[in-house]
């Protein structure tokens, strides 16, 4: 049986319990090494967030737009991944993130690394929570367009939309594309398919 953390969900900076002067990377290894299996830890602008196991709603959004780009790639190369943990560069600390989706070429993460580099990355997506809508909605941001990341796809359960960032620029994305929810969704090359967002 997977022991408890000793923290509550949320998020935690620098400023933790020095754990006998462990930095912020250090208390960010103790706890993933301690998190139960299915937790989510992220170290994203110096702060550690620490999530439980998404719920079926959001699993089942994930599931659909795996599907959704399987039946319309062109490129057969192209495989999705859940559970990819990047390793991404941060303004002053690497930012390690583990999001809902990563699509990249077959073969882009064949090795035993538990964190990954960016650069095979052609599009992440993250569906949102209660916990997360914050961070995805602008940490998130920052973090994939610093890493030149193309295409970050962002369901937005809690504001009912979809929105498509390319096109990355600095700490941002120079372009981005809102859509409700339950409408067709562009998405851009490599995928160049309308998502449907219909059963989300």
């Not at 780009?69 to 390793?87: C, E, K, M, P, Q």
């Amino acid at each position: 049986m997977a022991m408890p953390l000793p923290v509550p969900e949320d998020t935690f900076s620098g400023g933790l319990p020095d754990r006998e002067g462990a930095s912020t990377q250090e208390t960010f290894e103790l706890f993933s090494a301690m998190a139960p299996k299915g937790w989510r830890v992220e170290l994203i602008e110096g702060e550690i967030y620490v999530g439980p196991p998404a719920n079926g709603e959001h699993e089942e959004i994930v599931t659909e737009v795996v599907e959704q780009v399987i039946a319309h790639r062109v490129d057969t190369a192209l495989r999705n991944f859940t559970g990819i943990g990047l390793s991404l560069p941060g303004t002053s600390d690497t930012v390690r993130v583990s999001p809902d989706l990563v699509i990249a070429p077959k073969g882009s993460f064949d090795d035993q690394r538990e964190w990954h580099a960016p650069d095979a990355v052609l599009l992440v997506a993250e569906v949102t929570s209660s916990s997360t809508a914050g961070r995805d909605r602008v940490q998130k941001i920052r973090a994939y367009a610093r890493a030149g990341i193309p295409l970050y796809l962002l369901i937005d359960r809690e504001a009912g939309e979809a929105v498509v960032c390319s096109e990355p620029d600095g700490d941002d994305y120079a372009h981005k594309s809102v859509h409700k929810l339950g409408t067709q969704v562009p998405l851009p090359a490599p995928l160049g398919f309308p998502l449907d967002t219909a059963a989300f």
